[in-house]
Structures are given as structure tokens and as C-alpha cells.
């Protein structure tokens, strides 16, 4: 009887144990391949990345390559030496760690060698123009219809060897220099040997044209006779694909590049093995280029069989053996038969929980994923708009300096009339109220000696005070005016508004002849002579003068002086001069309001010009204005 019940316990657990581990291996199965699944696509958008960044490596050599072609387009005399390492240190070649050399090799007829290497050796002393043996030795090249001679490189120091190196002597860079000059384009070298490399490396060049006028001529005929010479861009694969090559040794991953040309094309960087997993196709002038990327031998294993499926199989084997075990026991021994359910219920749970650990770390690695495939194309379009957004905060920020600018001006403007309705406007009022005071006092007394002296004076402070309304009213338009151009002769204007201001007979102006007739907005510039002549003459303290006019040519403003020798200004009052209001003298000895200077300053800082005062007490003083050349059309002031 006991043997019965141990046969059947033990084929009952065997059973069981044999379901266990089987659904554990099927369950294990599952999880390794979600888990496949998901790294792959881990790793596909990782290795895009390393391809964008070898792309914009490639990228980025080709706009310095279009800058130097653009450099010698423009300017098509020779260059020399010195002109070409200072648009190399403008480049910053020597930071560039994926360019090996920038060059620029002329087109040289046969029969202009011995010149052209004389005009060269003024700068290089041993430059001749050389060619490789047959055992590759650098030696000086044979007598041929035309060169095309290595002439200025960048860096020199590290590739001084190649200078003076003939290209079309090499069938390779030959065919390309051909095909560039036939189709006017950019092309790419098949790999090639570098001259200035000793190692097993490759290395390819691009070429581009250089025409006369800077112009791509439209038939063959024309390109062959129109051609300059050409620049060329040397690089070392390896040194192009170390970025690239970090990237993707750090995610374990292997590359390869293959120049896909059937002709001369073939394995440019890593090892053929046959094991390729994600391909890129490159864009490179002229030529079709392949990135192709593969997991090493370890991101391999990883993947092709992860720990976790280890860790399932052997969880679940030791689970389905414990549950026989523990079913075998409860067919043995009837004692035991509730502790061995209760923990056949605890395996189950932790076996469920499991599952639900797997599928919930499944879920989120499928999120992380495709956050990350987000990001890539987010990457692309970001790059595409960083340029624009870099130039709407220039203008914004310009704008903004315009408008600060402005609004302080207006607060000063607001600050001075603030002070004159204080001030200026009520001192000619309490003048004549004091002054009516006075004449009402006197007549009631029955004095008529001092009536007329007031109410002279009266009238004296009406008319100021009228003088000062007007030169205010002058003073607030200012900027709301249009005004048309018209040409304005300034020996024939200044003569004129001379006469106009009626100075004294001891008075004269004088001129240098070199007043020019420009087209400009006549009647501001007018109120700006009117206003200084009339300076000089008012505030001259002798009844005869010279008044001195010049004028110099500073591209886009003229600089006119108008220089007297009156009594001269301290400097400590060249700034105060052009307030609002402000005279050096008391109110009642002069007859203006003090608006003039300001007037004129503000006119011509409107127009971006300036206005400054050079003096020496004693000695007269020269008032100094710049106004542009060219106004536009109903400009505003």
C-alpha cells in the first residue's frame, strides 16, 4: 500500500514538475524575445545618432570647402602667402581635428611653370612643382601641357610635404579634378593615399572649381577655358570618424564605411565581416557612401541571450521542483499536506508577481523607447530652426534698444517742460504782474517819471515770453514734420541766412570752397544754420567778427564747423549749453529763450548725427555738426 502511494506521488510530482518547467522555458521564450525587440529598437535609434553625428562631421567639412571656393571666386587675382593663412586663422583651421589640410592649387600652363615657381619661391624658397615615382618617392615632375601644383596648404607644418605636389600626375585625384572642372561641381576622390601620411590609412579629397569672374560658365568648352585653378579639402577617414567612432564604441557597437562606387569604390573604415546590423546612406558630394553598424561580440551575447531569461528559467525550474516536491510530500505524508498547499499558493503568488514585474519593465522600456525616437526627430528639426530663432532675437533685441533709447529721450523732454511751466513760463509772468504793481502804485501817487520805464519793461517781459512760447512750439513739433528733399547748395544757403540774420556791418563769413550741393531735407538743416550763425553773432562781445565756415568728407555724414572768435565758452558749460532754457548770461541781457542749442541738438541726433562745442575762453569757439549724406524720402523728423 505504501508503494502504491509513493509510485503515484512521484509520478504525480514528476508530472507537474515537467508542466512547471516546460511553461517556465515557454514564459522564458517570450521574455527574451520582447526583450530582443525592445534593444533593438534601443539600439536602432542610437545608431541613427552616431550617423547624424558623422553626417554633420561630413557637413560641416563641406561649408568650410564652399567658404575658401567662395574666398578665391571673389577674389580672382593671386593670392599670396600671407593673404591665404589669414583667411586660414579666420577659419581656426588648426582646431579642426577632421580636416587634415585646406589648399589652393592653380591651373599652370607648361609654359608659365618656370615663372609661376619663381613667383612662389618669393615666399617658399623650395617650392617646386613634384610628382611620385614608381616606388612613391616625391621627385620633381617632367615637363607637361599644364599642373596642377599644391600651392598654399593649411596646416603648413603638418603638411608642408604635400606642397608643391602635382594632382593631375595621379590617375585618381586626376579623374576628379577633370569631372569638377567638366560639371562645375563639388566632387569626392576614391580613397586615396595621402603624400602626407605614412601610416596604412585612407584618406579621400574633395574637390571644387574656381572660374574666372567667379561664374560657372554654362557649356564644357567654357568651363575648360574659364578654369582658375581649384581648392581642395584633404581628410583622414579615421580622423573624420573619431567622434562617430566614440560614440559608438561607448553602446558597444562596431562600424564600418563602404564608398559604394562599382569602379574604384570599396571598404574606406573598419573590418568586412559580414555582420552588419543597421545601414545609413551618407551624402557626400559625388560619390554614395554606406555607414554600416553592427553589435560587437559582447552587445551581442547581451542581447542574443540576457541574464533576465536565465533568471526566469532558473526561478521557474526551481519553482515547478519545489511544487513536485511539495506535492510528493503531501502524497507521503497526510501531516504535512497543509503546509505544503500553503506554500504551493505562496509560490504561485511570487510566479504571478513575477510575470507582472517582466510585463510591467516591458511596458516601460517600450515607453523609453519611443520617448527617445521622439527625441531623434525632435533633434532634426530643432537644428533647422536654431538659426532663425537666433536671428529674431537679434532684431528684437535691436528694436528694443531703439525704443529704450527713445523713451528716455521723451522722459528728458517730459522732465524739461515740467521744469519750464515751473520756471521759465511763470518768471516773465511774475515780471509783469510785479511790473503792473508798480505803474498802478505810481499812477495812483500821480509819478508818472518811472510809467514809461515800466511799462517798457512790460512789454519787454511780454515779447519774451512770447519768444518763449514760439521757440517752445518750434521745439515740441520737432518730429512730427515731413519734409521733401531737395538740393541744397551750402555756400549759396549760408550767404543767404547770413543776410537773413541782419549781424552788424563789422560782421563777415568766410567759407573754405569746399561746401558741398547735396540732396537733403532743406528746412531743418536750414533752421540748424540759422540758429548757429545767429549764436555766434548774439553772443559775440565786440560789434565786428569773423565767422568761419568749413566742411569735411566723412563717408556717409559731412562734419561742418562754424567757427567765430568771440568770447569764447568755458568748458564747463559745453554740456550745459544745449538744455532747454539754459543761457550763460541773465534773462534780461540776452534776447533769446535758450531753446536754440537744444533745438539744434535735437534735430541732428534725430538724423544719427552729433553736435559738440570746441572752445578756448578768450578765443572764440566752433560749433561742430555732423548730417548724413543721404536722407530717405518723407523721412520724419
Known amino acids: 500500500m505504501m508503494t502504491k502511494l509513493f509510485t503515484k506521488a512521484f509520478i504525480l510530482a514528476f508530472l507537474i514538475s515537467v508542466v512547471g518547467i516546460l511553461g517556465t522555458y515557454f514564459l522564458s521564450i517570450q521574455v527574451n524575445d520582447q526583450l530582443k525587440r525592445e534593444n533593438h529598437l534601443k539600439l536602432q535609434n542610437i545608431a541613427k545618432q552616431v550617423s547624424i553625428r558623422f553626417q554633420d562631421a561630413i557637413d560641416i567639412s563641406l561649408n568650410d570647402l564652399q567658404a575658401l571656393q567662395a574666398f578665391y571666386s571673389v577674389n580672382q587675382q593671386d593670392k599670396f602667402q600671407s593673404a591665404f593663412d589669414h583667411y586660414m586663422h579666420i577659419l581656426d583651421i588648426e582646431n ?12 599652370v600652363k607648361g609654359s608659365q611653370r618656370a615663372s609661376f615657381e619663381n613667383k612662389v619661391k618669393e615666399h617658399q624658397s623650395d617650392f617646386t612643382i613634384k610628382t611620385r615615382n614608381l616606388r612613391g618617392e616625391l621627385i620633381v615632375s617632367e615637363k607637361k601641357d599644364y599642373y596642377t601644383p599644391v600651392t598654399y596648404i593649411s596646416p603648413y607644418s603638418i603638411n608642408k610635404i604635400a606642397q608643391g605636389f602635382d594632382l593631375s600626375s595621379n590617375s585618381v585625384r586626376r579623374t576628379s579634378l577633370e569631372y569638377a572642372r567638366n560639371t562645375g561641381k563639388m566632387t569626392t576622390t576614391a580613397k586615396i593615399k595621402l603624400v602626407q601620411d605614412q601610416d596604412n590609412s585612407y584618406g579621400f579629397l574633395i574637390v571644387a572649381p574656381v572660374y574666372q569672374q567667379g561664374i560657372i560658365p554654362t557649356n564644357l568648352q567654357e568651363r575648360i ?3 582658375v585653378g581649384y581648392v581642395t579639402g584633404v581628410y583622414r577617414v579615421n580622423s573624420l570618424m573619431i567622434n562617430a567612432q566614440q560614440q559608438a564604441k561607448k553602446e558597444g557597437l562596431e562600424l564600418r564605411l563602404f564608398d559604394l562606387d562599382k569602379s574604384d569604390g570599396g571598404l574606406l573604415y573598419g573590418q ?3 555582420r552588419s546590423t543597421f545601414s545609413f546612406d551618407l551624402v557626400i558630394p559625388d560619390r554614395d557612401w554606406r555607414l554600416d553598424i553592427s553589435l560587437n561580440e559582447k552587445m551581442k551575447k547581451s542581447i542574443d541571450s540576457p541574464p533576465i531569461f536565465y533568471w526566469i528559467l532558473s526561478i521557474g525550474t526551481l519553482v515547478s521542483l519545489l511544487l513536485a516536491i511539495s506535492i510528493y510530500a503531501l502524497q507521503t505524508s497526510h501531516h504535512k499536506s497543509l503546509k505544503i498547499l500553503a506554500l ?5 503568488f511570487h510566479n504571478k ?3 507582472q514585474t517582466v510585463d510591467e519593465r516591458t511596458q516601460e522600456l517600450e515607453n523609453k523607447n519611443s520617448e527617445l525616437k521622439l527625441n531623434v526627430e525632435e533633434l532634426t528639426e530643432q537644428r533647422k530652426t536654431l538659426s532663425n530663432l537666433i536671428k529674431e532675437s537679434q532684431k528684437a533685441k535691436i528694436i528694443a534698444e531703439q525704443h529704450a533709447q527713445k523713451l528716455a529721450r521723451s522722459n528728458r523732454d517730459l522732465d524739461d517742460f515740467a521744469y519750464i511751466a515751473s520756471h521759465d513760463l511763470k518768471a516773465p509772468l511774475r515780471g509783469i504782474d510785479q511790473l503792473a504793481s508798480w505803474v498802478s502804485e505810481d499812477i495812483q501817487d500821480g509819478n508818472f517819471e518811472e510809467v514809461f520805464a515800466n511799462v517798457a519793461m512790460m512789454r519787454s517781459r511780454v515779447q519774451r515770453l512770447e519768444t518763449l512760447l514760439n521757440d517752445l512750439l518750434s521745439y515740441s513739433r520737432v518730429n512730427r514734420k515731413n519734409y521733401k528733399l531737395t538740393t541744397v547748395d551750402c555756400n549759396k544757403l549760408f550767404n543767404e541766412i547770413f543776410t537773413l540774420i541782419s549781424a552788424p556791418s563789422g560782421f563777415s563769413i568766410v567759407s573754405n570752397n569746399t561746401l558741398p550741393i547735396f540732396l537733403t531735407a532743406s528746412t531743418p538743416f536750414e533752421q540748424i ?3 548757429l550763425l545767429n549764436n555766434a553773432v548774439k553772443h559775440h562781445d565786440k560789434n565786428e567778427g569773423q565767422i568761419i565756415i568749413q566742411c ?3 563717408g556717409d555724414f559731412y562734419l561742418f564747423k562754424i567757427k567765430d572768435d568771440g568770447p569764447g565758452i568755458n568748458q564747463n558749460h559745453y554740456d550745459e549749453i544745449f538744455k532747454m532754457f539754459r543761457t550763460l548770461k541773465p534773462r534780461d541781457e540776452t534776447e533769446g529763450s535758450g531753446m536754440g542749442l537744444a533745438l539744434v541738438k535735437k534735430i541732428i541726433e534725430y538724423y544719427a548725427g552729433k553736435v559738440y562745442v570746441e572752445s578756448t575762453v578768450g578765443e572764440g569757439c566752433t560749433f561742430c555738426f555732423t548730417w548724413p549724406k543721404a536722407i530717405a524720402v518723407e523721412s520724419n523728423i
Open 96 to 107: 579642426r581635428d577632421y580636416i587634415q589640410a585646406l589648399s589652393w592649387v592653380p591651373l
Open 225 to 227: 577655358s574659364a578654369l
Open 272 to 274: 568586412n565581416n559580414n
Open 344 to 348: 504551493s499558493k505562496r509560490l504561485q
Open 353 to 355: 508577481k513575477l510575470e
Open 529 to 531: 544754420i540759422l540758429n
Open 552 to 554: 569735411e568728407d566723412q
